[in-house]
């Protein structure tokens, strides 16, 4: 359990870069290094996952429910200063997928509402297996992923069959497998995904066929 004493990083995206300057990659985040803007990969984050600001409780969850968040700040692109000093937004955070996760679990049961604008439904429609709340907090997630990356309001969406697939498959490799751990531990994440390949596909298996696994 992370406790008030786990120290909040903070990183600066860099706005109008397009892709990572070791890599090459194209990346939703480029953060601001001394070697340029890097993806999340290269500048070392790559156990972690961009969480766009625009819900406070699910941050302020996500944040205490991080080993190692990371707050993302841009320079404002507006022409205020203040005494002449570059001012900057809060973009969103930086966390653990299955923080992110474990955080929209628990707005949900606070809220007591179910889904996220249909999303769950398609999940629980493709995956009869998957537990009812944990489809809800995959959906939860997948809308916050995607209201970030389009900017537009939640009641828009499509999601599709292989979004759904996507969003699933994520949400298992980081909560049904130890692949943050090893990550985490140093391993490539290529290596990592190869190694838990397994267990990932015989969970989406089962959910599909309607089965639910015991956590074993
Ligand atoms: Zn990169």
Same mark, same amino acid.
């Given at each position: 359990?992370?406790?008030?004493?786990?120290?909040?990083?903070?990183?600066?995206?860099? @706005?109008? %870069?397009? $892709?990572? &300057?070791?890599? #090459?990659?194209?990346? /939703?985040?480029?953060? *601001?290094?001394?070697? +340029?803007?890097?993806?999340?990969?290269?500048?070392?984050?790559a156990?972690?996952?961009?969480?766009?600001?625009?819900?406070?409780?699910?941050?302020?969850?996500?944040?205490?429910?991080?080993?190692?968040?990371?707050?993302?700040?841009?320079?404002?692109?507006?022409?205020?200063?203040?005494?002449?000093?570059?001012?900057?937004?809060?973009?969103?955070?930086?966390?653990? @997928?299955? %923080?992110? $996760?474990? &955080?929209?679990? #628990?707005?949900?049961? /606070?809220?007591?509402? *179910?889904?996220?604008? +249909?999303?769950?439904?398609?999940?629980?429609?493709?995956?009869?297996?998957?537990?009812?709340?944990r489809?809800?907090?995959?959906?939860?997630?997948?809308?916050?992923?995607?209201?970030?990356?389009?900017?537009?309001?939640?009641?828009?969406?499509?999601?599709g069959?292989?979004?759904?697939?996507r969003?699933?498959?994520?949400?298992?490799?980081?909560?049904?497998?130890?692949?943050?751990?090893?990550?985490? &531990?140093?391993?490539?994440?290529?290596?990592?995904?190869?190694?838990?390949?397994?267990?990932?596909?015989?969970?989406?298996?089962?959910?599909?066929?309607?089965?639910?696994?015991?956590?074993?």
């Open positions: 359990m992370a406790g008030g004493d786990v120290r909040v990083r903070h990183a600066e995206q860099v @706005p109008d %870069a397009t $892709e990572c &300057a070791k890599c #090459a990659g194209a990346s /939703d985040v480029l953060l *601001r290094t001394t070697s +340029g803007a890097m993806c999340l990969d290269c500048a070392g984050f156990h972690l996952e961009f969480l766009p600001a625009g819900s406070a409780a699910l941050t302020r969850r996500a944040v205490k429910l991080s080993r190692s968040p990371v707050v993302v700040m841009q320079k404002s692109l507006r022409r205020f200063r203040y005494r002449g000093q570059s001012m900057y937004e809060r973009q969103g955070i930086l966390a653990e @997928p299955a %923080a992110i $996760e474990a &955080a929209a679990l #628990a707005s949900l049961a /606070d809220a007591g509402v *179910r889904g996220s604008d +249909g999303i769950a439904e398609r999940i629980r429609e493709h995956f009869p297996g998957c537990p009812t709340d489809a809800d907090a995959i959906a939860l997630h997948t809308a916050a992923r995607l209201r970030g990356r389009s900017r537009q309001r939640l009641t828009t969406f499509e999601i069959p292989d979004a759904v697939r969003a699933v498959t994520a949400s298992i490799l980081h909560v049904d497998t130890h692949y943050d751990e090893l990550v985490k &531990a140093g391993v490539d994440p290529d290596t990592a995904r190869t190694q838990v390949f397994d267990r990932v596909e015989n969970v989406l298996r089962a959910w599909r066929d309607g089965v639910s696994l015991l956590d074993t």
